[in-house]
């Protein structure tokens, strides 16, 4: 091996190198019994980016509009709590947010394929501490959706 192979892979990251040498990981979602492509299969980070965009657009314009009399008091206090609120209420109800359904987007209990109201709000408390959204595992799941038992899938 050459030092260009090993810069190379090293650039790549671990699972690209470990793919090189023989490693099967599958799709996404595959552990998961998910399909590959198409309906019923793991979002996108892409999506899900967007539909959370939607989502936090749509608390801003309701804090701003009906609420908040100051642009800042709209953005710091009022739509992080609406926006909680939304997420509890609409994912434990209907398993998805209006910027969700927008995107083609719907969180489901991996078990059941039902949200609770109890998975739903541990979910949005872990999505609010940032920190466990961030850290996904193979499937492309967050940690916020493993504690919780589910996971956000295409419609």
Known sequence: MDKREAIGSWLSGPRAAAEEAGVDFGYRGEQLGLPEEGQG????????????????????LI?????????NDAAQVWAPIILFVLFVLTVGTLG????????????????????????????????????????????????????????????
Do not use: M, N, Q
């Open 41 to 60: 299969s793991i979002a996108r980070p892409g999506r899900r980016l967007g539909a959370l965009a939607v989502d936090w657009g749509l608390c801003l």
């Open 96 to 155: 998805f947010t209006p910027g969700k359904r927008l995107f083609g987007l719907r969180v489901v209990a991996v078990e059941t394929g039902r949200v609770s109201f109890a998975r739903a709000l541990v979910r949005t408390v872990l999505l609010f501490l940032a920190i466990p959204a961030l850290i996904w595992d193979r499937d492309g799941r967050g940690l916020h959706d493993r504690l919780a038992g589910t996971v956000e899938v295409r419609i």
């Open 63 to 71: 804090a701003y509009g009906l609420i908040a009399d100051s642009y």
